[in-house]
């Protein structure tokens, strides 16, 4: 029974790194399309995004059910539950297995991290460079004179933002 488990959580670790390879993937052409300013494509990859998150947490669920098995199966309690207070109460040889992996796992998460951060940076810099846009339209627009000329016959055209006719 304790080969299984130690086999299953390795192969649920595998396809969570496989995952979360996926997101990192996802990030960086989330990335290029930050830079390129190419919001359709960014409004798919955000979809891609959230497909693939909800495949890791549910994949993150499966693994914790698969560590409570683990527990049960070699009577462990844990004061605090985490990985490497984990690998102390088992057999010497699921280190072995898991630790290479884990180590894998930790190094994606952190360069995702780290993407992450630097498309949060572009994003709030596009954001910011579309307010100082739409700011600078609307105060051109005020700084229009749109009101009746003095014979009152004629009204000079008023600019707008959207131009409701065809």
Do not use: C
């Amino acid at each position: 029974m304790s080969e299984k488990l130690r086999k299953d959580l390795l192969n649920i670790l595998k396809e969570e790194k496989a995952l979360y390879q996926k997101l990192f993937e996802i990030a960086e052409e989330k990335n290029e399309a930050l830079v390129n300013n190419d919001t359709d494509k960014l409004m798919e990859i955000i979809e891609n995004d959230r497909e693939v998150i909800s495949d890791i947490e549910a994949k993150d669920q499966e693994r914790n059910d698969k560590i409570q098995e683990i527990k049960a199966e070699f009577e462990i309690e844990l004061e605090k539950d985490s990985y490497s207070n984990l690998i102390k109460e088992l057999p010497e040889s699921w280190g072995e297995d898991l630790s290479p992996i884990r180590e894998e796992l930790i190094e994606l998460t952190d360069e995702f991290h780290s993407l992450n951060e630097q498309n949060q940076k572009l994003l709030q810099q596009a954001i910011e460079l579309n307010q100082i846009s739409f700011e600078t339209i609307m105060k051109s627009i005020k700084d229009e004179d749109t009101t009746y000329t003095k014979d009152a016959k004629t009204k000079k055209e008023q600019p707008r933002i959207i131009n409701k006719q065809g």
